[in-house]
């Protein structure tokens, strides 16, 4: 599956609420997404529309690294 070209960050943060990702603070452009489900995890993601292909492909694959999955796995669950 590809990654999408015109994702926003906050549509981006939208999304990741599923995965119990709440916004815990935000300085600037960017803001700081705080999940506690399977452990405590941290990702800043730039609030940029869109976001840039690789900095999209770098968040997604650390977010699906946290919950033992796969990039396609997470993104097929996300945008599928």
């Known amino acids: 599956m590809k990654v ?3 994702l926003s960050g906050s549509d981006l943060a ?3 609420k599923e995965y119990g990702y709440l916004p815990t603070r935000q300085t600037g452009s960017h803001i700081r997404l705080t999940t506690t489900e399977n452990g405590e995890h941290h990702i800043t993601i730039p609030n940029h529309s869109p976001i840039k292909i690789g900095t999209l492909s ?4 650390d977010v699906a690294e946290h919950f033992g999955k796969t990039k396609d796995e997470l993104m ?3 945008f599928g």
């Not at 770098?58 to 694959?61: H, K, M, N």
């Open 76 to 78: 097929r669950e996300l």
């Open 4 to 6: 999408p070209r015109d």
């Open 58 to 61: 770098a968040i997604l694959s």
């Open 14 to 16: 939208k999304l990741l």
